[in-house]
């Protein structure tokens, strides 16, 4: 998500853009395909925030605390 976010940006910034101009100039490129998956990146990244609220919520609300040491936890993973 992070990454489609962004990297449609900088092969942008490659293919010809003028250093000294934000705005407002030529460009022969699919101005649109970039926009559009820097648009979808940023939608993704909004879900991913989104979901792990959700699941912190459900978390919390069961209310359920594991109180087991880190040598049950290594004897519960190798059997």
């Given at each position: 998500?992070?990454?489609?976010?962004?990297?449609?940006?900088?092969?942008?910034?490659?293919?010809d853009?003028?250093?000294?101009?934000?705005?407002?100039?030529?460009?022969?490129?699919?101005?649109?395909?970039?926009?559009?998956?820097?648009?979808?990146?940023?939608?993704?990244?909004?879900?991913?925030?989104?979901?792990?609220?959700?699941?912190?919520?459900?978390?919390?609300?069961?209310?359920t605390?594991?109180?087991?040491?880190?040598?049950?936890?290594?004897?519960?993973?190798?059997?």
């Amino acid at each position: 998500a992070t990454v489609l976010a962004s990297l449609p940006y900088f092969i942008a910034g490659f293919a010809d853009q003028p250093a000294n101009v934000a705005n407002s100039f030529d460009y022969s490129g699919p101005i649109w395909l970039w926009n559009s998956l820097v648009g979808v990146g940023h939608a993704l990244m909004a879900l991913v925030v989104f979901l792990f609220f959700a699941l912190a919520t459900k978390s919390f609300r069961t209310g359920t605390i594991s109180t087991a040491t880190s040598a049950e936890l290594f004897e519960s993973v190798n059997g």
